[in-house]
């Protein structure tokens, strides 16, 4: 990493022109440590203009995640959270485990402006891109054990749903257990990590990777179809987390009393799969086909095969080709 990246991009987050000698006159460092930096962020994925006389220009103006910004959004619930953002780390969950077994605290959030090796669920990496995406993870302590947080990712899903929906973003779908999808294309991915005793206490890092502003070259890069906010709803960055996380406290303290259950009608309400065909590839290999019935008050998907309805607690679903 470079020392200087940052703060090059912060004084030039706002899309204008910008000299290389006044760059290198705020920051006190030479004209060739300011290109050896926009070097740097164009490995990031920025696109920098850089014309004779003028200076330097980012193609796309950047929003840094500012906790001043995102606790002003939040209000009273700002207190709920403790918000810590970082330039760069390998991935947010991994630290936030880390954090979590060394006792940081409930609300504990780590937002990253770039992951160096951001996770997906089933051993996947996880795609971003600075100011291109939103990725963080959230700490939250639960009294009951791992084995009372059946659906906990789903209600997830739930929050971040309605979050997106409040914000303005039609057509937004869920797909078990816990895709966030547009016109069937990924818009959002969660990892759950849990950590504690069998009967409780129990922690969860909640981590949450949402696609913002896609450039084609990111896009090119990631092996399924994936959607972005631009093109549902614009949002600035800031008020898009600080929506989600406001509907995260509401949704996981909902949770944390009355399970899953109370959220199951309206998940299954949001299941772009609801009724439909389905293809299931389960963790052995086998495939199964059937019509998706729904969900169990534990979070387990229920399809009806023709001799009933049969439970799946993991298994990869997709649309069946007829
Ligand atoms: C999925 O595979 O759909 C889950 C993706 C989760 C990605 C987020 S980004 C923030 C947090 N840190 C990670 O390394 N992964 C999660």
Redesign the pocket.
């Known amino acids: 990493m470079n020392s200087h990246t940052f703060p090059v991009l912060r004084l030039l987050a706002d899309g204008e022109f910008h000299s290389g000698e006044l760059l290198g006159q705020h920051l006190k460092i030479s004209r060739a440590a300011i290109w050896n930096a926009l070097q740097h962020a164009q490995s990031l994925g920025i696109d920098i203009y850089s014309v004779r006389g003028k200076g330097y220009k980012l193609a796309r103006a950047l929003d840094f995640i500012d906790v001043k910004q995102i606790t002003k959004t939040l209000g009273e619930d700002a207190k709920k959270f403790s918000l810590t953002i970082l330039e760069t780390c390998d991935?947010?969950?991994?630290l936030l485990m880390q954090r979590a077994s060394n006792g940081a605290a409930h609300g504990t959030c780590l937002v990253a402006e770039i992951?160096a090796s951001?996770?997906?669920?089933r051993g996947?990496s996880?795609v971003?891109g600075l100011g291109a995406s939103l990725?963080?993870?959230l700490l939250w302590r639960f009294n009951t054990g791992a084995s009372g947080l059946g659906g906990l990712s789903l209600a997830v899903g739930v929050a971040l749903a309605r979050a997106l929906n409040a914000l303005g973003a039609d057509g937004i779908a869920l797909k078990w257990p816990n895709?966030v999808l547009y016109q069937n294309r990924k818009l959002a991915?969660?990892?759950i990590e849990l950590q504690g005793e069998m009967m409780g206490p129990s922690a969860a890092v909640i981590?949450?990777?949402l696609n913002v502003h896609l450039p084609e070259e990111i896009r090119n890069g990631i092996d399924q179809p994936v959607a972005d906010m631009q093109e549902i709803k614009p949002v600035h960055r800031n008020e898009l987390l600080a929506n989600l996380l406001k509907h995260l406290n509401t949704v996981l303290t909902q949770f944390e009393s009355e399970g899953f259950a109370q959220l199951r009608e309206e998940w299954q309400g949001l299941h772009a799969y609801q009724d439909k065909q389905v293809r299931l590839l389960l963790p052995n290999g086998d495939e199964q086909y059937g019509k998706v019935a729904g969900i169990a008050e534990d979070g387990a998907l229920l399809v009806d095969s023709g001799q009933g309805a049969k439970r799946f607690s993991s298994a990869e679903i997709s649309l069946r080709n007829l």
């Open positions: 991935s947010t969950n991994s992951q951001g996770r997906g669920r996947r996880w971003s990725t963080f993870s895709d991915g969660i990892l981590g949450i990777g």
